[in-house]
């Protein structure tokens, strides 16, 4: 079992940055490749980056790449989502995710463990 614990948003104007934090406990985490997905209200859980077990293979969606770094921290148990440039369209729930095994994906049914999410509001 791994718990996941989401921090770091909150309410940005456009343009701004948040970075937020996924911590992980439970298993050991560098069995896990992580992702980041977010839901805006009425809207279908996307897809926004993911990063394989060690760091060194990461993806980002189209609709954030450029502006939207993951990153972890294995010695720290934590994935980081550093977001600049923020738009209003960015606004929604953001969860993260761990995947068993040492790859990543894009997929959230290919995903084990979830966290609460938290919310990350943009305004124009």
């Known amino acids: 079992q791994v718990q996941l614990v989401e921090s770091g948003g909150g309410l940005v104007q456009a343009g701004g940055s948040l970075r937020l934090s996924c911590a992980a406990s439970?298993?050991?985490?560098?069995?896990?490749?992580m992702g980041w997905f977010r839901q805006a209200p009425g809207k279908e859980r996307e897809f926004v980056a993911a990063?394989?077990?060690?760091?060194?293979?990461?993806y980002h969606a189209d609709s954030v790449k450029g502006r939207f770094t993951i990153s972890r921290d294995n010695a720290k148990n934590t994935v980081y989502l550093q977001m600049n440039s923020l738009k209003p369209e960015d606004t929604a729930v953001y969860c993260c995710?761990?995947?068993?095994?040492?790859?990543?994906?894009?997929?959230?049914?290919?995903?084990?463990?979830w966290g609460q999410g938290t919310q990350v509001t943009v305004s124009s």
């Open positions: 995710a761990a995947r068993r095994g040492p790859v990543m994906s894009t997929m959230s049914y290919e995903y084990h463990y």
């Open positions: 439970g298993r050991t985490f560098t069995n896990y490749g």
């Open positions: 990063i394989s077990w060690s760091g060194g293979t990461t």
